[in-house]
């Protein structure tokens, strides 16, 4: 069974950065699409961005929500079995726990790691 942790959140002031990271164990996480979801307090979860897989017809393309492109990055080490999510220029709004998400035939997720953005 894939299991994914995610590492890498922590407290940040507005304009700054942190790369997120989803290691996974089990399987080979290049065959996977992976996500990357965010549910801030009192909010639904919302999908932050998505790779495809290595081998699918997309080649690994990156696909972003409309309130993180241009300031957040995910891409794959298919040799650390890891995704990560660059996010820079970070703003409070970003505040929430981040969740790594991976399908094929089968969804799994991460327990998340919590991001704060101070202002």
């Known amino acids: 069974q894939l299991q994914l942790v995610e590492s890498g959140g922590g407290l940040v002031q507005s304009g700054g950065s942190l790369r997120l990271s989803c290691a996974a164990s089990g399987y080979t996480l290049d065959y996977y699409d992976v996500a990357w979801f965010r549910q801030a307090p009192g909010k639904e979860r919302e999908g932050v961005s998505c790779?495809?897989?290595?081998?699918?017809?997309?080649?690994?393309?990156?696909n972003y929500a409309d309130s993180v492109r241009g300031r957040f990055t995910i891409s794959r080490d298919g040799a650390k079995n890891t995704v990560y999510l660059q996010m820079n220029s970070l703003k409070p709004e970003d505040t929430a726990v981040y969740y790594c998400?991976?399908?094929?035939?089968?969804?799994?997720w991460g327990k998340g790691t919590l991001v704060t953005v101070s202002s």
């Open positions: 998400n991976a399908r094929r035939d089968m969804e799994y």
């Open positions: 790779i495809s897989s290595s081998g699918s017809s997309s080649g690994g393309s990156a």
